[in-house]
């Protein structure tokens, strides 16, 4: 019988937790884009339609993976957070730094109020990371 020890189970929720973040973040994506751009009823791009997309498959596989104690899941983690937090910090240096907060669009508000909730999380995370890989670095696989 295996046993889950108290670190590992700690490990997990806080996956989750990173799970529950970036999904909220991805699925705000869909009301944005219905207030600002739906509204003039102009169609997705599909490069960034491709890239939210490729994103967020790059974040599940790393996700999955490191869930099954596997070494690639947690490097595909650690990329995907490096790219996330890499993103929000250029997006945010090139001006936009709480320049996104108009408390007279709720949505837009709440929206990027969520952005840097990532940018947050994914700084944590990778911290969290490469502290903690031996929880999947020597970890055996399926356990």
Not at 91 to 118: E, K, R, T
Not at 128 to 143: F, I, S
Request: hydrophobic share 55%; net charge positive.
């Amino acid at each position: 019988m295996n046993r889950v020890s108290a670190s590992d189970a700690h490990w997990r929720v806080g996956l989750y937790g990173l799970f529950a973040i970036t999904a909220l973040n991805y699925l705000a994506q869909i009301p944005y884009y219905i207030h600002f751009y739906g509204v003039h009823h102009a169609a997705p791009s599909p490069l960034g339609l491709t890239l939210l997309g490729l994103t967020f498959a790059f974040f599940l596989a790393g996700f999955v993976l490191t869930l099954r104690n596997r070494r690639s899941g947690w490097w595909l983690l650690l990329g995907f957070l490096a790219l996330e937090f890499a993103f929000y910090v250029v997006h945010n240096l090139s001006g936009a730094f709480l320049q996104d907060l108009p408390v007279s669009d709720p949505l837009f508000l709440v929206v990027s109020l969520i952005g840097y909730l990532n940018t947050v999380a994914a700084f944590v995370y990778l911290i969290v990371l490469v502290r903690g890989r031996h929880h999947v670095v020597t970890a055996t696989p399926g356990a």
